[in-house]
Every structure is written in structure tokens, then in C-alpha cells.
């Protein structure tokens, strides 16, 4: 009997990504035993790009391991385009970026961080959520190459949920924390990474994007915040404090003070005020009153 008993691959429309995107959802029920099936309905995104995954299973120590493989190739209508697909999966917390889409043939099988799963003889139906997006780019420039490098990187930024590869040269260039510390011979400079706990793989990435690319993401900007801080990287860290602050809502309002005021951050805290001239602050006062009371409620259970 093959490991993947039922495999079904549907693809949603996710408004978050934009239109060049497709969620792409691997059902499957393994057992107990490897084995691996290929799927072969590769999804279209964007008239861009087609992307196929592979599916397998694998019994080592007595723990199955669950991976997923994908493989790309250019939609007919984009082979004069340069193209470059993304590819995200929290629960496998991968996230491949800029991955070049070939012309003709299909691209090597690119394998995902595996997966551990439950012992051998037990069924675990599994979904895997992946997030695929294609886009048209420009010719590349150095520094697009040298963000998508590989070869030559000598560090690592480290988390518990994995690591980015990244350049000394370009850490020290963006941190003087960071030049201070690979210029002397700290532990990290000796293992060549540097681990930052609390940290997710996915704000080492938008920090990668930052020094490499000069983008600041939409989302995930509090922990980015944080680190600009902490590693004294002032540019992203005004980046930041301006995007929070362009995008407060009457909602978010008191979530973000409180914020800036538990994280020392007064820059933000002032970018706040200035900015909610224009929003419903009568809402925060609610929520903020609200939660004094929720506050005031548990100390009393506590002391019963």
C-alpha cells in the first residue's frame, strides 16, 4: 500500500497576495510506509508561470517525514518576460524568494524544508498550504543577484525556525552593531551565524529584503521595527515607524501605543499622535478602557 493514499491539489484565489497569486492546497493521508507521488496538475499564475509540486513520504527513526518538491516553467505568453516566483508555506516555514522561472524546460525539483509527522502505522491526513506568486521583473541588477546568491554568502542570520543566508560585507555596510561584531572575534563571528531569538524566519527575510533590495514589507513590521532598534539600523527603523503610523486605524491605535510605550519607541509614539488627527479615537479610548477593566477583573480572580 503506497504512503500517500489520497492526494487532491485545488488552488484559491488570496486577495492578500494580489492577483499574481495562487494558494495552492496538498490534501493528503500518509501511512506508515515511503513512498511518493507526483503530482501532475501543475496551476497556472498569472499567465506567467506553471508550477507543479511533488508530494513524498519517508519512515526514518521511526518518524514519517513529510516533503514537498516543486518545480516551475514559463507560460507561453511570458517567454520574452523576465519572470521570478515566489513560494511560502508556514507550516513547512519555507520561504523561497525569487526563484528565476526557466524559458522551456521545467526547473530541477526544489525541495522544501521536510516535515516531521506522527510515528509509523498511524494515518495523519495532512493540508499543506503553499503560496505561490509569480510576477514580471527587470533585467537584474547586481544587487537582486547578490540577494538571490548563494554561493558566496558567509553568514547566517538564525532563528529557531531556520536561517537566511546573507553577506558579511552587507551586514556591516547597514549595522555598525553588526560591523562591531564581525570585526572581533565574538562567538557568532566564529560560527558564522548569528542567532536572534523571538525572531521569525519570515522578519529575517524582509530584514534580508531591506539591506539588500530597500523594501519594507506591509505586514510583520513591529518585530522589524525591533531589530532596526536593536541593531541600530536607522533607516529601516524610520521606514517603519512611518508605515505603522501612515496605516493607523482607530482600531490599531491603542495596540500600537501600548507597543511603542512596552518597546521604548517615543519616535513612534509621536508619529502616532500626529497622525490621528483623522481617526476615530474615541474607539481606542473604548478598547483601552475595556481592557482596564478585563486587566482589573483578573487581579481580582487571582487574589481569591
Given at each position: 500500500?503506497?504512503?500517500?493514499?489520497?492526494?487532491?491539489?485545488?488552488?484559491?484565489?488570496?486577495?492578500?497576495?494580489?492577483?499574481?497569486?495562487?494558494?495552492?492546497?496538498?490534501?493528503?493521508?500518509?501511512?506508515?510506509?515511503?513512498?511518493?507521488?507526483?503530482?501532475?496538475?501543475?496551476?497556472?499564475?498569472?499567465?506567467?508561470?506553471?508550477?507543479?509540486?511533488?508530494?513524498?513520504?519517508?519512515?526514518?527513526?521511526?518518524?514519517?517525514?513529510?516533503?514537498?518538491?516543486?518545480?516551475?516553467?514559463?507560460?507561453?505568453?511570458?517567454?520574452?518576460?523576465?519572470?521570478?516566483?515566489?513560494?511560502?508555506?508556514?507550516?513547512?516555514?519555507?520561504?523561497?524568494?525569487?526563484?528565476?522561472?526557466?524559458?522551456?524546460?521545467?526547473?530541477?525539483?526544489?525541495?522544501?524544508?521536510?516535515?516531521?509527522?506522527?510515528?509509523?502505522?498511524?494515518?495523519?491526513?495532512?493540508?499543506?498550504?503553499?503560496?505561490?506568486?509569480?510576477?514580471?521583473?527587470?533585467?537584474?541588477?547586481?544587487?537582486?543577484?547578490?540577494?538571490?546568491?548563494?554561493?558566496?554568502?558567509?553568514?547566517?542570520?538564525?532563528?529557531?525556525?531556520?536561517?537566511?543566508?546573507?553577506?558579511?560585507?552587507?551586514?556591516?555596510?547597514?549595522?555598525?552593531?553588526?560591523?562591531?561584531?564581525?570585526?572581533?572575534?565574538?562567538?557568532?563571528?566564529?560560527?558564522?551565524?548569528?542567532t536572534m531569538k523571538g525572531v521569525t524566519i519570515e522578519t529575517l527575510q524582509h530584514l534580508k529584503e531591506y539591506m539588500y533590495l530597500g523594501?519594507?514589507?506591509?505586514?510583520?513590521?513591529?518585530?522589524?521595527?525591533?531589530?532596526?532598534?536593536?541593531?541600530?539600523?536607522?533607516?529601516?527603523?524610520?521606514?517603519?515607524?512611518?508605515?505603522?503610523?501612515?496605516?493607523?486605524?482607530?482600531?490599531?491605535?491603542?495596540?500600537?501605543?501600548?507597543?511603542?510605550?512596552?518597546?521604548?519607541?517615543?519616535?513612534?509614539?509621536?508619529?502616532?499622535?500626529?497622525?490621528?488627527?483623522?481617526?476615530?479615537?474615541?474607539?481606542?479610548?473604548?478598547?483601552?478602557?475595556k481592557k482596564a477593566v478585563l486587566d482589573s477583573q483578573k487581579s481580582k480572580k487571582s487574589q481569591q
Amino acid at each position: 500500500m503506497p504512503a500517500v493514499e489520497e492526494v487532491s491539489l485545488v488552488s484559491l484565489a488570496n486577495t492578500r497576495e494580489g492577483s499574481s497569486a495562487v494558494m495552492v492546497a496538498l490534501s493528503m493521508t500518509c501511512k506508515g510506509e515511503s513512498g511518493e507521488v507526483v503530482i501532475l496538475m501543475p496551476k497556472i499564475i498569472n499567465k506567467l508561470a506553471w508550477v507543479k509540486f511533488r508530494g513524498s513520504t519517508k519512515v526514518i527513526e521511526g518518524k514519517i517525514k513529510f516533503s514537498i518538491s516543486f518545480s516551475s516553467v514559463k507560460h507561453i505568453l511570458a517567454k520574452d518576460d523576465c519572470v521570478k516566483i515566489n513560494v511560502r508555506s508556514k507550516l513547512f516555514k519555507y520561504s523561497a524568494l525569487s526563484i528565476d522561472v526557466p524559458n522551456n524546460d521545467w526547473s530541477k525539483w526544489q525541495e522544501m524544508r521536510p516535515y516531521n509527522m506522527l510515528e509509523t502505522g498511524k494515518v495523519h491526513p495532512t493540508t499543506v498550504s503553499i503560496v505561490v506568486t509569480a510576477y514580471k521583473c527587470k533585467k537584474e541588477t547586481v544587487l537582486s543577484k547578490l540577494y538571490t546568491d548563494s554561493d558566496f554568502t558567509d553568514f547566517r542570520l538564525a532563528t529557531s525556525e531556520g536561517s537566511v543566508p546573507v553577506h558579511k560585507a552587507y551586514l556591516a555596510a547597514h549595522s555598525d552593531v553588526f560591523k562591531a561584531m564581525l570585526s572581533n572575534e565574538w562567538k557568532e563571528t566564529t560560527t558564522g551565524e548569528i542567532t536572534m531569538k523571538g525572531v521569525t524566519i519570515e522578519t529575517l527575510q524582509h530584514l534580508k529584503e531591506y539591506m539588500y533590495l530597500g523594501t519594507v514589507p506591509n505586514d510583520g513590521l513591529r518585530p522589524l521595527l525591533l531589530i532596526a532598534r536593536c541593531y541600530l539600523i536607522e533607516d529601516l527603523e524610520q521606514h517603519c515607524i512611518r508605515k505603522l503610523a501612515e496605516n493607523v486605524t482607530g482600531k490599531s491605535l491603542f495596540s500600537l501605543l501600548e507597543f511603542a510605550c512596552d518597546n521604548n519607541i517615543p519616535e513612534l509614539s509621536f508619529a502616532l499622535v500626529v497622525m490621528t488627527e483623522n481617526i476615530d479615537v474615541n474607539h481606542a479610548n473604548k478598547l483601552k478602557n475595556k481592557k482596564a477593566v478585563l486587566d482589573s477583573q483578573k487581579s481580582k480572580k487571582s487574589q481569591q
